[in-house]
């Protein structure tokens, strides 16, 4: 029951109305902009005009478009099969108290340091089918001649390897610190119940790490959904549209193709994909109740 | 019932009723057993894997770093250089480095103070506040997820351009922001709604009002939800490209990533200089990291783990 | 136990944490942390508020690409402008991809250049349609001598609507086929004189394990030159004139189709060898493998030359780097002497801003000045200028920029580079296209199917 003195001590509304307004100015009323932007017909330059649906109903003839959101897709799924297993892996690992681990653990986080495109630059290098590593160890993974990314299925999966290279550091990380937080009482009783290793790792260490899952999940999709910068560098969209994800294919549209009226209308359906996916995340998981792993400890 | 003081971090966090404290703060106070932790050899080869999987791309940075350019374009990538030099770090300072760091980290420590005066009060008043527009705000806040900059940034730019901000570090400061706000804002309130009840009807009962509440409740015990979205917002403002592009022009306000470009001709890469330069500006984030790892680490369990 | 006063439930172990220090552990963090945020808060002060460059300033800004060549020869250009002038200039340089994003949101605002660097034709285009671009017709009618020195077929790709918008900056640079002379030396090759010929040398070289032609195919625009002047070989220029024009049934040409066709066949049959899709341009991927000897041949721009020079000094001073036309085609009804490239870069003048005056100036004064000319000599480019051949006698380069010249000069057509030439949106189509059509993903029917519809 809420007494008005209850109400004195809870926090009014201009608590929330700095970070409200502010995220009103910069972020709404862009996404305002853009929308309005998506039925107007305008290079940039001059004065957008009015066109109605019309860029939406060329988005429903525009092959590249259902090419690229099928390409984000299958990129966004690959990149959190590669990357939820191995940094939950090598999170729990880490999370252990031997004194090596600590050492090995900066060195995972080193990729963290790099920027995207440094990191995308030096990938670059690195893949060079003739100076490169793609060079040297093509041959061990089936690829005598480097041509990585030169093949449009290969391309696609050494895009990932990339994105997979600068972001697990940081999904380790997380893995690691949440590991480490769970009780040991929990491993003893599994013990005492005669669990093997591998047991306590699925009955123990997992559930308890599952609010971790779906955080890291939801940055994953939602990064995924709106990484570009990487791609552009490596291979931009190449070869042909093989690596064009949605966002990259905005950006052509939009500032290489000089039609930003329909680059807002993907930049809309971008939106509207990150959106629903994170709400459909968060909502079948339960995670906005935002129920304990602990209830009864 | 538990007291509690200001600055008074452990106990604070320990608070939750018969939880016990988290293994890490307590030394092992019982008889040694053989595996505290499991061995886990599979986890430990798949790690061996990963590191020389990252391991290689950074060696292969260090060691272009201190070639020649002929001599990395005649020896490649991998082997051994044969002639050192620090010629590279040397044209890279003299090109302006010192400046675009001190940018960089302008722009990231203002980001990163601003998203958390904002972001903090805003998850507060969500969690304990009881009116429907706050509420409503959560929501707006959601549908922010997953705006990507480049589809805002013509916008944005205009909005910037009419502030009279245009070419000035603010310009990036403002719309890193806004756009660090939403993940951080989700990241808070999950944080903030681990604090128990009794804990805030403690604070009632003394007579506290909600700016005392938030000061000496909310703020210490936010402490891990904190350090989580201060290294989420200070990564996307250190690494952005996007809005430094559009918002900046002069060299006086160039930041990293895009001095970076001071290698890259028109028609080839200087790649020695270029990678000189991520050395150079990897290493105040190493620095920091080394020296904040403890606290980094304690930060994200409890940000994260709940 | 001992207990510490200021953390009383770290464990001993913990608090021996930074710098190994045990007491006083907080003190000296809070100072350094201080120091810090005082360092920061100095410097923040300037660089946080804007610069005041904008619509107030009373200097005029020139935007170009980065690049080490030219980049000090413009910058030279200013400083000396600067000292006699009132208004003065400044030079602000960008990455390529960076930089046409960057322009296209700066025009349309306050904050957009004096002078602007571009590629003219359909590059111009877009802005010159939205009344952006001022026109040098008056300037250049008060200083004929301006007029008349440029090459007109130079001056041609930044003339839009009968309106000079843009002056030549650097050199011409047309596409050439450059040929590692120890390579075929070693083997015992000539260059080619016709696509027959080609064909022999590519079977030749293959058997030998060298790539015959080397390609950086991650950048679409390479690929395109083999594409322009084989239509030009086989149909002449007209046929290219006709889809600038707007005619899109003219991609469906069957000149063209023969084109693409003559591309794909190169292609499979391994001319490129197996792993050019893959080759980088920017990051000097494929000029050290034509330098290094793997590959025999390098089809690339006038400014490759130079680009070898410094990147490739060995290779460059062991003065083996050939260059020679493109094969003609025996068949084909294309002059033999016709050039593809790009005529040259532009300097264009924004409209409506405060310093038009002083930028048009700026350019009237400096594009065709003894000083910038040489420069431009120097550094090893053929400036579109008539009669600069007399300055190349004594240059080390002067083999080369005869050559360059005399190829230009004499030409019956000089075809700007497709991706300048057309509407920005059908030449990212190209180019993607175009990739496809070499890696064979999509026939050269496809291909022109494409196309008319993009158009």
């Known amino acids: 029951m809420t007494t008005s003195a209850d109400r004195r001590q809870r926090p009014g509304l201009a608590w929330a109305a700095p970070a409200a307004l502010f995220f009103l100015v910069f972020g709404i009323v862009p996404i305002a902009a853009v929308v309005y932007l998506s039925l107007t017909r305008w290079d940039g330059l001059g004065t957008p005009q009015w066109i109605g649906l019309n860029n939406w109903r060329a988005l429903a003839n525009d092959a590249d478009a259902l090419h690229s959101i099928r390409i984000t897709l299958l990129l966004t799924l690959l990149c959190w099969m590669i990357q939820t297993p191995l940094s939950m892996m090598i999170g729990v690992w880490a999370a252990g108290p031997q004194r090596n681990r600590a050492i090995l653990s900066t060195l995972f986080f080193l990729p963290l340091l790099l920027s995207t495109a440094a990191i995308a630059l030096v990938w670059l290098a690195l893949l060079d089918p003739n100076f490169g590593l793609a060079h040297n160890l093509g041959g061990l993974v089936g690829v005598p001649d480097g041509n990585f990314l030169g093949d449009p299925h290969r391309a696609l999966l050494s895009v990932a390897f990339v994105i997979t290279w600068q972001f697990v550091p940081f999904h380790t990380l997380i893995y690691q610190a949440a590991t480490r ?110 129920g304990s792993q602990r209830e009864g400890l | 019932m538990t007291t509690y003081r200001a600055g008074g971090v452990s106990v604070a966090r320990h608070a939750r009723p018969g939880a016990p404290p988290p293994i890490w703060s307590t030394p092992p106070a019982r008889p040694r057993r053989r595996h505290r932790w499991r061995r886990n050899w599979i986890a430990g080869v798949l790690s061996a894997i990963w590191l020389a999987i990252v391991i290689l791309p950074l060696y292969m940075v260090l060691v272009t770093s201190v070639r020649t350019q002929s001599a990395y374009l005649s020896e490649g990538a991998i082997q051994p250089p044969t002639g050192l030099t620090l010629g590279n770090y040397g044209r890279t300072l003299r090109l302006g480095f010192g400046e675009f760091l001190m940018n960089s980290a302008i722009v990231a420590v203002f980001s990163i103070v601003l998203v958390g005066a904002l972001a903090l009060p805003a998850a507060y008043a969500i969690t304990r506040g009881r009116s429907r527009i706050i509420s409503g705000t959560f929501s707006m806040y959601l549908l922010g997820l997953a705006i990507p900059a480049q589809a805002v940034i013509i916008p944005i730019y205009l909005i910037v351009t009419k502030l009279h901000l245009y070419d000035s570090l603010l310009a990036i400061i403002l719309p890193s922001t806004a756009f660090s706000l939403p993940m951080s804002i989700v990241v808070l309130t999950s944080t903030l709604r681990d604090i128990p009840n009794e804990l805030y009807e403690a604070m009632f009962v003394d007579g506290a009002g909600p700016r005392r509440t938030f000061a000496r409740l909310v703020v210490p015990m936010a402490r891990p939800g904190l350090i ?56 105040p984030v190493l620095a920091l990291y080394l020296f904040g790892r403890r606290n980094l680490l304690r930060g994200l369990a409890a940000g994260f783990g709940k | 136990m001992h207990r510490n006063a200021v953390f009383p439930n770290r464990a001993r172990h913990e608090r021996a944490g930074w710098c190994g220090v045990r007491r006083r552990v907080w003190t000296r963090r809070a100072v350094a942390c201080l120091f810090v945020a005082a360092l920061l808060g100095l410097t923040a002060a300037c660089a946080l508020f804007p610069s005041g460059i904008g619509p107030g300033g009373r200097v005029f800004q020139v935007w170009a690409l980065q690049d080490p060549q030219n980049q000090p020869i413009i910058q030279a250009a200013l400083d000396s402008f600067n000292k006699t002038s009132t208004t003065k200039g400044s030079l602000t340089v960008y990455l390529n991809d960076a930089y046409k994003q960057k322009l296209q949101v700066s025009m349309g605002s306050p904050n957009a250049p004096d002078i602007f660097f571009n590629w003219g034709g359909g590059n111009l285009a877009p802005y010159v349609k939205a009344g952006r671009v001022a026109t040098l017709d008056d300037a250049l009618s008060e200083n004929p001598s301006v007029k008349n020195a440029f090459l007109d077929s130079v001056m041609k790709t930044a003339r839009i609507g009968g309106h000079q918008y843009g002056l030549p900056i650097n050199g011409i640079q047309p596409v050439i086929l450059y040929y590692n002379k120890a390579v075929f030396a070693k083997y015992h090759q000539q260059p080619p004189r016709t696509w027959d010929d080609l064909m022999t040398l590519v079977d030749a070289f293959k058997t030998h394990g060298v790539i015959p032609l080397v390609l950086p195919g991650t950048q679409a625009w390479t690929e395109l030159m083999y594409l322009e002047y084989l239509l030009d070989r086989v149909g002449g220029p007209g046929k290219f004139e006709a889809i600038a024009g707007g005619n899109t049934s003219a991609w469906h040409d069957p000149a063209m189709l023969r084109a693409l066709q003559l591309c794909q066949d190169l292609a499979k049959r391994g001319g490129f060898g197996t792993n050019f899709a893959s080759i980088n341009y920017d990051n000097t991927g494929a000029s050290a493998l034509f330098a290094q000897g793997k590959a025999a041949m390098f089809l690339m721009g006038s400014w490759e030359y130079t680009n070898q020079a410094q990147r490739q000094p060995d290779f460059f001073k062991s003065g083996n780097l050939g260059f020679t036309t493109f094969p003609t085609l025996t068949d084909g009804a294309g002059n033999p002497k016709d050039i593809v490239g790009n005529p040259s870069n532009y300097f264009s003048v924004r409209a409506g801003g405060r310093n038009t005056q002083a930028a048009t100036t700026f350019l009237i004064k400096t594009l065709k000045s003894d000083a910038y000319v040489t420069s431009l000599v120097s550094s090893g480019q053929v400036p579109a200028i008539k009669g600069v051949n007399a300055k190349f006698a004594g240059s080390p380069n002067a083999n080369f920029l005869n050559f360059t010249y005399d190829m230009a000069n004499k030409a019956p057509a000089f075809t700007q580079s497709w991706d300048q030439a057309l509407s920005p949106s059908v030449a990212s189509e190209l180019l993607t296209n175009l990739q496809k059509l070499f890696l064979s993903d999509i026939t050269p029917q496809q291909f022109v199917d494409a196309m008319e519809k993009a158009q």
């Open chain 1, 181 to 290: 937080q769970i009780p040991h009482t929990l491993y003893e009783s599994a013990a005492l119940d005669g669990a093997a290793t591998v047991r306590q790792f699925f009955s123990v260490t997992l559930p308890q790490l599952r609010n971790t899952v779906i955080a890291s999940s939801v940055l994953i999709v939602v990064g995924s959904l709106t990484y570009f910068e990487s791609i552009l560098l490596l291979t931009n969209g190449g070869p042909g549209t093989a690596t064009r994800v949605l966002p990259l294919h905005m950006y052509i549209k939009g500032f290489v193709g000089f039609d930003m009226g329909y680059a807002s209308v993907l930049a809309v359906l971008l939106v509207l994909i990150g959106t629903l996916l994170s709400v459909l995340i968060v909502r079948t998981t339960g995670y906005h109740r935002m």
């Open chain 2, 228 to 283: 989580t979205i201060a290294i989420f917002s200070g990564l996307n403002a250190w690494n952005g490209i996007v809005f430094p592009l559009v918002l900046t022009q002069s060299e006086s306000r160039r930041v990293l990533p895009l001095g970076l470009w001071n290698f890259q001709g028109q028609y080839g890469t200087d790649v020695p200089g270029l990678m000189a330069a991520v050395v150079l500006s990897a290493l």
